[in-house]
C-alpha cells in the first residue's frame, strides 16, 4: 500500500465520512490464531483499507495486499495470487467494475472471489456487479458481522476450487502417465511379436525396428503428421508378423528356393493378415475379404496387417500376393517395401552378405518405377543421412 497517500489518523466521524461502520468488536479484542488466505483489498480510501484491514486482523487474517491507485490491481493480481478481493466501486481512473471485468476475462484469476464495497444505493450499480460475476455485495458503511463471514465464505468456496483444480491436475498427470505406460507397453508386445517372427528366421530384432524407423521416416519426409508416422513405424514392424507360419526348411535354407517352396514363402504375407487381424484359420482370400471377421481394433495392428499382406507388391504390377500396381498398393505397403528391401540389401542374411551401402543405393535406383513407387523411393534417397545413422545405430553386420 503507498502509504504517502495516508491522511491524518482519522477520528470516529471521519470514519463514518469514508463510510466504514466502526462496530464494536468482541469483548476479547486480541487476534484470533492465524487464519488461513491472502486478502487484497482496493480502495482509493486508504482509513477504508485500514479499517477493512484492522476488521479482518481481528479474526485471524494476516496476509493483505493493498493499493489506492485501480491502475495497479489487474497487475497485483496477477503478480501477488490472492485468494479474495474486496473491492470498492467509485474510484478514479479505473473503477471497480472495470476491475472486476478484467478479473472475470483472464481465465488464470476467473476463479478469484471479488467482494463488492461501495456507498452507492443505485440498485443498477448492484445488478451490474452481480452479472459481472461478483461473488458478493456490501453497502458500506460495511459492519464487521457482515464482512467476517462473507470473507470466510468465500475463502471456503476458493479453497474448494483449489482442492478440485488440484484434485483433476492430478487426475491428468496420473492419466498422462497411464497413457504412456499403455503405449510404452503396447511398443514392446510389437517388439515382441515382431522378434518372435524373426527369430524363426535366425535374425534379431534390429531387422525389424530399423524397417520401422526407415518406414516411420520415409512418412515424414512425404508429409504424414508425428502421429502418423510413429503409428506406421510400429505397424511396419510387423510386417513380416507371417513368418510364423512358415517351415522351418524354407525359412532357413541358405540357398535359392524352388518354386514350390518360393510359394509356400509367399504365404506369409497373408499368414502376417490375418494374424494381426485375430482372424480365424482358414482359407486366406476368404479370411482377407470379410471384414467382419476382423476382431482386432487397434490402429497399429490394422494398419501393420495391410503392410504385413502388401510389403511385397511391386510398383509395377509384378508383385505379390495380389499383384497390384502403382497407386493400387496401399501407401504403407510401398512405403515398408522400400525400407524392407534397403535392410534386407544392406544387412547379413543366412543366404547372403551385406551390401556397401553405395551398391544398395545403386540397386534401389535401377528398380525406380518398377519395384518401388518413385515418390516413396525419392522420399527414402533424399533421407539417406538419417537412413545412414538408424543403419549404424542400430546395426548387425552393416556394411558401411
Not at 7 to 18: C, F, G, I
Not at 23 to 39: I, L, Y
Not at 230 to 236: P, Y
Request: net charge negative; charged share 25%.
Amino acid at each position: 500500500m503507498n502509504t504517502s497517500t495516508f491522511p491524518p489518523a482519522a477520528s470516529p466521524a471521519s470514519a463514518a465520512t469514508v463510510g466504514i461502520a466502526r462496530s464494536t468488536f468482541p469483548a476479547n479484542k486480541t487476534a484470533s490464531s492465524h487464519v488461513a488466505g491472502r486478502v487484497m483489498i482496493v480502495d482509493d480510501e486508504p482509513i477504508n483499507i485500514k479499517l477493512i484491514q484492522k476488521f479482518l486482523k481481528g479474526s485471524g487474517y494476516d496476509d493483505f495486499i493493498t493499493t489506492t491507485d485501480s491502475r495497479e490491481a489487474i497487475a497485483l493480481v496477477q503478480a501477488e495470487s490472492p485468494d479474495i478481493i474486496i473491492l470498492d466501486v467509485m474510484m478514479p481512473h479505473v473503477s471497480g467494475l472495470d476491475i472486476l471485468r478484467e478479473v472475470r476475462s483472464q481465465p488464470s484469476i476467473a476463479h478469484l472471489p471479488v467482494l463488492i464495497v461501495t456507498a452507492s444505493t443505485e440498485e443498477e450499480i448492484k445488478i451490474e456487479a452481480l452479472e459481472l460475476g461478483a461473488t458478493d455485495f456490501l453497502h458500506k458503511p460495511v459492519k464487521p458481522t457482515e464482512l467476517l463471514p462473507r470473507v470466510r465464505n468465500a475463502l471456503l468456496v476458493k479453497a474448494h476450487h483449489d482442492q478440485m483444480v488440484a484434485y483433476s491436475r492430478r487426475l491428468e498427470a496420473e492419466v498422462e502417465q497411464r497413457t504412456m505406460d499403455l503405449m510404452q507397453s503396447r511398443e514392446e508386445v510389437i517388439h515382441v511379436l515382431a522378434c518372435a517372427a524373426e527369430y524363426r528366421d535366425q535374425e534379431t530384432g534390429n531387422h525389424v525396428i530399423r524397417v520401422g524407423r526407415y518406414a516411420g521416416l520415409i512418412a515424414k519426409k512425404l508429409g504424414c503428421s508425428e502421429a502418423d508416422s510413429k503409428l506406421i513405424e510400429l505397424a511396419a514392424i510387423l510386417h513380416d508378423a507371417g513368418k510364423i507360419g512358415i517351415s522351418d526348411s524354407i525359412l532357413l535354407k541358405p540357398g535359392k528356393l524352388t518354386d514350390e517352396e518360393f510359394d509356400a514363402m509367399k504365404l506369409h504375407c497373408e499368414y502376417g493378415e490375418r494374424i494381426l487381424k485375430a482372424q480365424p484359420t482358414e482359407s486366406s482370400k476368404q479370411s482377407s475379404t470379410r471384414e467382419d471377421q476382423t476382431r482386432t481394433r487397434s490402429p497399429v495392428l490394422r494398419i501393420a496387417a495391410v503392410i504385413a499382406r502388401s510389403h511385397h507388391e511391386r510398383w509395377n504390377g509384378k508383385g505379390y500376393p495380389d499383384g497390384l500396381a502403382g497407386d493400387e498398393i496401399p501407401l504403407v505397403g510401398r512405403i515398408t517395401a522400400v525400407a524392407d528391401v534397403f535392410d534386407a540389401l544392406s544387412s547379413k542374411r543366412c543366404y547372403k552378405d551385406a551390401m556397401p551401402i553405395a551398391k544398395c543405393i545403386e540397386i534401389m535406383k535401377s528398380e525406380r518405377g518398377e519395384h518401388f513407387d518413385p515418390k516413396v523411393l525419392d522420399a527414402f534417397l533424399d533421407s539417406m543421412d538419417e537412413v545412414i545413422e538408424i543403419a549404424t545405430d542400430l546395426a548387425d553386420d552393416f556394411a558401411g
